[in-house]
């Protein structure tokens, strides 16, 4: 008999960062510095393309542990 022990917390192996954008700072640049796509970052962050990352703006990474 196997026993269930409900649903597995698929987020319990990701840490939930905020980076604000500075000058001249890239979505590239970030997404290569937490180690996250492009696309991650923009879906996290409801962004509909990469030219709306903008200074200032705090953004929220899913950093895998």
Same mark, same amino acid.
């Given at each position: %008999? +196997?026993?269930?022990?409900?649903? !597995?917390? !698929?987020?319990?192996?990701?840490?939930?960062?905020?980076?604000?954008? &500075?000058?001249?700072? !890239?979505?590239?640049?970030?997404? &290569?510095?937490? &180690?996250?796509?492009?696309?991650?970052? =923009?879906?996290?962050?409801? =962004?509909?393309? /990469?030219?709306? /990352?903008? /200074?200032?703006? +705090?953004?929220? %990474?899913?950093? +895998? +542990?």
């Amino acid at each position: %008999i +196997k026993e269930d022990n409900g649903p !597995t917390d !698929t987020l319990s192996s990701e840490q939930l960062l905020f980076h604000i954008v &500075k000058p001249n700072e !890239t979505a590239e640049q970030i997404a &290569k510095m937490y &180690k996250v796509s492009e696309n991650e970052l =923009l879906k996290w962050n409801n =962004l509909g393309s /990469v030219s709306e /990352v903008s /200074v200032n703006l +705090k953004l929220e %990474i899913h950093h +895998k +542990k």
